[in-house]
Each structure stands twice: as C-alpha cells, then as structure tokens.
C-alpha cells in the first residue's frame, strides 16, 4: 500500500502515451481496499489508499454524472455485466481485463466503460468516449461493473479502517508523550529546601525590616545629642550660670562636647574666670 501514490502516477503517464499497464490500477486499489482491515495495519499506508481510492471514486461519479446529462444511456437495470473479482488478481482477471481497454489511452476499465451500439468490441473510458465512435451521444450506453453504491461502501470501509488507526496512533503517541513528561519531571524536580534550625527561624520572625528601623546604639546616641542641644547638659553645669564680664576657655574633658548654639558649630564647655585660681585668671585676662 506504501506504493499506490507511485502507482497512481505511473498509471496517469501510462495514459497520456497511450500503453498498457500490466494489470489495471483500478483493480490493484480496489482489491487493496476490500482487504484492507486485514492487511494494511499502518496509519500512514491506510492514508495513501483511501486518498487514492476517493480520488478514483469521485472521478467516477463526477464522469457518470456528465456523460448522463450528455444523453449517454444508463443501461444499467438491462444489463448485468459479471461482478469484478476482488479477492486477487491472477491471470484469470488479467486477460478478463484485457478485453474491456480503452481504445484511445489503452485504460483498463475497471469500474465501468462506454460503448456504443456501432462495435460489439471497442470501448472507452469515461474520459474518452468521444473519440470511441462518430456516433451521437444517444447511440452510447455506460456499462457500470461497480454501481455507486457499491463504490461508497467502499470508500466509506476503508475511511473508518484509517481513522481507527488514526485514533490508536494519536493514543499511543499521547500516551508516550505523558510518559516522557512523567519521567523528566521525576528526574529533573528540584528537592525541597531544608527546613530551618529553630534559632533562625525565631530570629527571622523577629527580625526587623531593612531600612525601617534603627538600631538601640543609633537611637540612644541621637536622644544624648538632643538632649545635649537643648540644654541638658551634665548636673551642675548650667551654662546660664556665666558671668557677664568672663571669659569663656575650654575646658580640658573631652568628652563633654555639646551643640553650643543653634548654627550647628561646636564648641567645648565652657567656665567662667571666677571659678579658676587667680594666676590662671590674669593670664586669661591678659590674653
């Protein structure tokens, strides 16, 4: 079967030059499908038939159909032609069908000929039935080895034969996809994390944001600082307590410098000359 679309081809040029194949096309795809649920098991295979098989089918009826409304007589319900032999081609239907060739592309005709009432031998196929005699249309008759009816029970066979395996294609590949997608995630899933000690994960929740806090140290010393710059400074030194007339000088602890005024300068604590002993209290006066 995975040769029929070569088949085809050949069959068509065999046509345009006029030479006999060695057994009809027609019969080949024919004797194919009536064994086709049996033989043919491969999606791909069943495809190529039936599409041949349609093709051969609807180019039968299409001709049918025209050469009737051309006036070619229906003769079949007056004449019973022997019934095509599909089960093998043997030499016995092989010279049977060397008796039914068009005489124009030297066809076999399979499914069906016209012939006319002028020659008890010649006939033509479908596509040639003006070239078989000079006679009218009238004076033709088709002659239908395989009726319509029997040509679409056919074709309608081997389309369920294909679409059944179609389907069992399309599971099998479903099914081998879900397989995959199962394997590669069982080999390729992350592990879970670790969980945490009990320690961390109470510092974590505990922990302050980045950026939203500050820390003890930080907020102490700027309160001391603020504390400072508004006046409270160490007990019992009380910069209101300055005379008008003294100094001030700097004092010798370094750890006691504060905000003196409000423009951000500073300045060490200061003391007054009254509270030094008299020698340091000339000089500072000198100077």
Known sequence: ASGIPAAGAASERYRRVGRLAVFGHDRLVCTLARHAARDIADAADARKLHDELKRLVEEEHNLRTRLYKAGVRDVSALVSPPPNAMDKIDAVAAEYDDKRVCVVCRHTCFLSAVACNCSQTSVACLRHPSYLCKCPPTN????????KERLDRI????????AA???????????AQGQEAAGALSAGAPAPPAPLPVEEQQ?????????????????TTASSRD????????????????????????????GAE????GAGVPEAVVTT???RRPEEAVSASAV
């Open 227 to 254: 504390d400072a710059s508004s006046g409270g400074g160490p007990p019992g030194e009380d910069s209101t307590s300055l005379g008008a007339g003294a100094a001030p000088v700097a004092t010798t602890n370094p």
């Open 203 to 219: 510092q974590q929740q505990h922990e302050p944001p980045r950026g939203g806090l500050v820390s003890a140290d930080a907020a």
């Open 258 to 261: 504060v905000k003196a005024d």
């Open 165 to 175: 395996l179609e389907q069992r294609v399309e599971a099998a590949a479903a099914a």
């Open 140 to 147: 033709k008759y088709l002659i239908e080895w395989e009726p």
């Open 273 to 275: 000359a009254t509270d």
């Open 155 to 162: 074709l309608q066979g081997v389309a369920a034969h294909r």
